[in-house]
């Protein structure tokens, strides 16, 4: 009789283990069913606005969708999801067309600033509170949030490596190590480099690359040149060559693809080239120079809710803005980062709203899937 009863326990004991078995694979598998159901309709709902966009009315929406996609290399093939290859190269070269445009400084606005500036961006006393000679803006626009460096002395902004030697080296540095090992007191991200769909290590650069007054790296290719001369004149050129870097003195420069240069003077007028075409945002890196020789370096967030990313003409606008007579574009995306070491004591930052990156002396608001990026250049400012 004993062993009957225990034996009829451990029988209930495993059709109770069984039925709570039983009741948590059902309540898993309908979970797992409601997930792969949201997934299946979030990407069709994806999937349908993306064909709509494609085919729908509004080439202005679909054509600035297809330029920011291919502004980023993880997403260059998400175009060719829902439009031929014509369609996406007849965008792509649109984007490409310039309009030279002659600028006359006196019509340029500042109606869409919150700040005191005059008509070139300057402060009435721009460097009041600014004895470091470097003095940082945050601009705030419709699409995009920007943050505007501006350096006194141009002859503290040269072109910082990563490698010693480009040949061996197997990836970059990031912003603020870069910064710190060198001991530059602010930086940007600068040229151009293999990126393998958004997993380049950024071990070296593509063109020619020249580090104070000399050639670290050339592989040939030709792109648009952004750099300065011994005199420190930033000097922007397509397809520089060694025997032409030689030839304009240059002390300092990096390469980014094609196309890029952004605003130049020739002859004592200033002339902008535009891109009515160029829709596409994204974070955005350029540099550019003052008349008075002040270098104006520009970083701005997107690829987020509140910051979807600035356009090329953008870019253009608040050079200008800040009177930039010479400009160029530099790397964009994930690469866009502004490193400045003091700016937290100096402007009383809050650390608290900073993320773990810009304790770190980031400025911008890195946006990635990764740490940020490891690159192989920068444009870095010197201490005093």
């Known amino acids: ?73 993880a997403t260059k093939w998400v175009p060719g ?13 649109k984007s490409h067309e310039r309009v030279v445009e002659e600028v006359d400084f006196d019509d340029i606005s500042d109606s869409d600033d919150d700040d005191s500036d005059d008509d070139n961006g300057q402060s009435v006393d721009e460097w009041q509170g600014h004895e470091d000679g470097v003095r940082l803006d945050i601009v705030v626009r419709n699409t995009f949030k920007a943050y505007v460096m501006v350096v006194k002395d141009p002859s503290r902004v040269y072109t910082g490596v990563s490698s010693a030697n480009f040949a061996s080296a197997s990836k970059g540095e990031r912003i603020y190590t870069a910064a710190e090992k060198l001991g530059a007191v602010a930086a940007i991200n600068a040229g151009e ?106 970083v701005t967030d997107g690829r987020t809710a509140s910051s979807l990313g600035a356009t090329r003409d953008d870019i253009i606008t608040l050079m200008l803005k800040y009177g930039a007579v010479c400009a160029g574009m530099l790397d964009g995306g994930s690469s866009s980062m502004m490193y400045y070491r003091d700016y937290i004591e100096k402007y009383n930052v809050d650390k608290s709203e900073l993320d773990e990156y810009q304790l770190l002396g ?22 005093q």
């Open 193 to 298: 480099f293999e990126d393998r769909g958004g997993m380049g290590s950024g071990a070296r650069p593509m063109g020619i690359t020249v580090s104070e007054g000399k050639i670290v790296w050339n592989d040939g290719l030709k792109r648009t040149f952004i750099g300065f001369d011994n005199d420190n004149r930033l000097i922007v050129k397509e397809g520089m060559t060694e025997s032409e870097a030689k030839e304009l003195n240059i002390r300092d420069g990096v390469s980014f693809q094609k196309g890029n240069a952004l605003i130049e003077t020739v002859d004592g007028s200033t002339i902008a080239y535009t891109g009515s075409g160029d829709l596409g945002v994204a974070q955005r890196t350029a540099i550019g120079q003052r008349a008075d020789g002040a270098v104006i370096l520009i």
């Open 81 to 93: 999801l829902f439009l031929d290859d014509d369609t996406v190269q007849a965008i792509l070269d």
């Open 362 to 383: 980031i400025v911008n608001k890195y946006k990635a899937f990764t740490t940020p990026r490891r690159l192989p250049t920068f444009f870095m400012v010197r201490g």
């Open 1 to 73: 009789m004993e062993e009957n009863k225990k034996d009829n326990i451990t029988e209930k004991k495993k059709r109770n283990r069984k039925e709570i078995l039983h009741f948590i694979w059902q309540v898993f598998f309908k979970i797992l069913v409601c997930i792969m159901t949201l997934v299946i309709v979030a990407a069709y709902a994806v999937l349908s606005f993306c064909a709509t966009v494609a085919e729908g009315p509004s080439e202005t929406v679909r054509d600035m969708l297809v330029l920011s996609a291919l502004q980023a290399s």
